[in-house]
């Protein structure tokens, strides 16, 4: 039988990539015809969407509260302090920030020339692009500013992290959102050729180019979007049983779908309701979660002896669960 040859995957110096530690060349060679332009295209999409880094994606100005308002002593609105911002290339070292907290940058402008190195960090968070204008001041403590950082992937709109932002940071006062881009690479390409041209057999040559924005090392990203599609093609490997060892955390539909199923089967008495609510809702014939949010919300009003008050508890206790009614 005719088998695949194994792949031999390395690192090459160019002239172009030299002296750029951000840039580098990787061969994966022999492959068989069209393995080239699979794997090219797959890397290429994973590295640009999927790998993931730190990024800003909201602030806390002083006197400013919102982003169309001028800033006293300063040269630069809001609006064009945020775009600035949003050049912001940080560095995270995980061993030390946990990714699924937020981390808060501060900066208090001197007058003059306020650059990203002006930007007190925690230990864990490195800021790439010193040198980074931000906004130019004529007075001492013009801008007194907190820049909230997450670790996420791909790019989330300025609305996408005004949820984020409620969500994680509450109801703080004057929060501002920004567009976010957390992708720590700057260019991706490839090519393909031919490895032995004019032989009954030809193989290919997959060459693919990386640029990073300087957080992190194209390596590491090249291995890490091997990871991710390594997980990804990990489930058709056999398609009658799959794998259920994986526990990278990107999967994660499958555990939300089981929580919810055991939310579902929850009994009424379990809800800890109150004596009128719960015997409102057994004469009903309801005995479970899964029962009782089947039916539209209407309908609960119609159930005997369950006024507003017990109908705001159900409610609330429904909501206390993560779940809701089913929809008209």
Same mark, same amino acid.
């Given at each position: ?10 690192? =090459? ?58 800033? %006293? ?56 692009? %010193? ?96 990871? =991710?599609? %390594? ?5 058709? *490997? ?14 994660? *539909?499958? %555990? ?18 109150s004596v009128r609510s719960q015997n409102g809702l057994e004469k009903a014939d309801i005995k479970t979660v899964g029962e009782l949010i089947n039916r539209p919300f209407s309908n609960l009003k119609q159930i005997e002896n369950l006024g507003d008050k017990s109908v705001s508890e159900i409610v609330e206790a429904i909501q206390n669960l993560g779940l809701a009614f089913k929809t008209e």
């Amino acid at each position: 039988m005719e088998r695949f040859l194994e792949p031999v995957f390395k690192k =090459i110096i160019t002239e172009e990539n030299k002296d750029n530690d951000n840039k580098k060349t990787f061969i994966v060679e022999k492959l068989e015809r069209g393995f080239g332009q699979t794997m090219g295209t797959a890397l290429r999409r994973t590295l640009l969407s999927s790998i993931p880094s730190v990024a800003p994606f909201a602030i806390e100005l002083k006197g400013v509260s919102h982003e169309f308002q001028a800033i %006293k002593d300063t040269e630069e609105d809001a609006v064009e302090l945020i775009l600035n911002l949003k050049k912001l290339v940080l560095k995270c070292d995980t061993s030390i920030i946990n990714p699924d907290e937020i981390v808060e940058l501060n900066l208090v402008s001197k007058p003059g020339v306020v650059k990203a190195k002006d930007i007190e960090l925690p230990a864990g968070i490195e800021v790439v692009n %010193k040198t980074l204008v931000i906004a130019n001041t004529s007075k001492d403590k013009a801008i007194n500013l907190k820049i909230y950082v997450a670790f996420s992937k791909g790019y989330k709109t300025f609305e996408e992290n005004r949820l984020f932002a409620e969500e994680k940071l509450g109801t703080i006062k004057n929060i501002i959102t920004m567009d976010s881009n957390y992708s720590p690479i700057e260019l991706v390409n490839y090519s393909i050729e031919e490895v032995n041209p004019g032989e009954s057999k030809v193989y290919e040559r997959l060459i693919l180019n990386v640029q990073t924005k300087g957080n992190m090392e194209p390596e590491l990203a090249v291995a890490t979007a091997g990871a =991710i599609l %390594k997980n990804h093609y990990a489930a058709f *490997e056999e398609l009658s049983v799959l794998d259920q060892t994986m526990s990278n955390d990107m999967f994660e *539909e499958e %555990k939300v779908i089981e929580e919810d199923n055991l939310k579902l089967s929850i009994t009424i008495e379990d809800l800890n309701l109150s004596v009128r609510s719960q015997n409102g809702l057994e004469k009903a014939d309801i005995k479970t979660v899964g029962e009782l949010i089947n039916r539209p919300f209407s309908n609960l009003k119609q159930i005997e002896n369950l006024g507003d008050k017990s109908v705001s508890e159900i409610v609330e206790a429904i909501q206390n669960l993560g779940l809701a009614f089913k929809t008209e």
